[in-house]
């Protein structure tokens, strides 16, 4: 009987953090948990026009299926940062099965991260308003040039450099091209 309410705390406490690590901490930091369709991997992708050794950060990446499509598709290497530690845990786990050295994944707030090494950074936001957070962010500590790429979500207020229309049943997917001229203002 003992043995019975011990596991009944213990799935109880688990069911707290879980859904407090995949609802509540991502809905009032960047986004909840809801994973890019994967029928739009290869349209953001081609937006990107990533080449060989280009790096790409994917922030809130989830379970990671953005940064493994990336590194399996391409000649680069993908990093995905993550909050959440059950979603980390998750895209760890993923890496194993893929077998991919450009594969990395860092569990950390994507607010106290910063990106030098940047070629793209890809973002999966839950509103204009954290896009333009996001897009702030890397112009202010970003000197290099590089492309932000905003999935659903274009960036309030800011016109972006291309834009890939969704199909029926998929999303818009925009792209920004941050040079230095952005990162000084």
């Keep these: 009987m003992l043995f019975l309410w011990i596991s ?13 690590s995949l609802v509540i901490s991502g809905f009032y930091r960047f986004a909840p948990y809801v994973p890019a369709k994967r029928a739009d991997l290869e349209r953001i992708m081609r937006l990107a026009d990533l080449k060989d050794g280009d790096i790409l950060y994917d922030l809130g990446c989830g379970d990671g299926r ?4 990336a590194a399996k ?13 059950l979603l980390y845990a998750v895209c760890s786990v993923k890496k ?18 910063k990106y030098p090494d940047a070629d793209a ?25 590089l492309k932000l790429i905003s999935y659903r979500f274009s960036i309030k207020d800011i016109e972006p450099d291309s834009v890939e229309r969704a199909p029926a049943g998929l999303y818009s997917v925009y792209l920004y091209k941050l040079n230095k001229q952005y990162a000084k203002n």
């Design 66 to 69: 953005v940064v493994i499509y």
């Design 8 to 20: 009944l705390v213990l799935l109880l406490l688990f069911s707290i953090y879980l859904f407090y």
């Design 73 to 85: 598709n391409n000649n680069l290497k993908a990093v995905g940062v993550e909050k959440s530690f």
């Design 121 to 145: 950074i890809f973002i999966y936001p839950n509103s204009s308003k954290n896009a333009l957070r996001v897009y702030d962010k890397i112009c202010k500590e970003n000197g290099n040039e």
């Design 96 to 113: 194993l099965f893929v077998r991919n050295r450009n594969i990395f994944f860092k569990w950390s707030d994507i607010y106290k991260e």
